[in-house]
């Protein structure tokens, strides 16, 4: 008896970790999974996230429990190839089954040579919202049947 209460005795001045052994409020496996899968294949955002999660799964997640989620796995930031653009700002894509077809423009913004305004020269202003000085634009509107091989030659 005495040998087995000097051996408690001295387990219980050892350094132990203060790491809790249990977490009841973490948040629940399934729930991780579900934060992951919308994530991965769908690019949302923590906000979308939580909304998708309380309207379909009845979960009730906080957006900055999401995001802290998300961050703890590296998933903190999409590419900027998946962020989410307003409607007006995405780019539309090009596609005709002959590229270039019907119309060629071809646009240059040329600055004046500099020079000191004085008698007989007038001083030069920027023109436009991005201060260019001159547009030059070319328009050619090619035959629908012309073959483009032919217009190089």
């Known amino acids: 008896m005495a040998a087995a209460l000097r051996n408690r005795r001295r387990r219980g001045l050892r350094d132990r970790s203060r790491r809790p052994r249990t977490s009841p409020n973490a948040t629940r496996a399934e729930v991780i999974e579900k934060i992951i899968h919308l994530r991965q294949n769908y690019h949302f955002g923590p906000e979308k996230i939580r909304m998708y999660l309380q309207r379909y799964h009845d979960i009730e997640i906080s957006k900055s429990g999401v995001w802290r989620i998300l961050k703890r796995l590296d998933m ?34 040329v600055e004046p040579l500099p020079g000191k305004p004085g008698p007989g020269v007038p ?6 919202r991005r201060g260019k000085f001159y547009q030059f634009t070319a328009n050619r509107r090619l035959h629908p049947a012309a073959d483009p091989q032919d217009l190089s030659a």
């Open 76 to 109: 903190g930031r999409l590419p900027a190839s998946q962020r989410y653009k307003r409607h007006d700002r995405r780019w539309k894509r090009y596609e005709k089954q002959r590229p270039g077809h019907h119309v060629q423009v071809d646009v240059k913004f």
């Open 123 to 128: 001083a030069v202003k920027p023109v436009g």
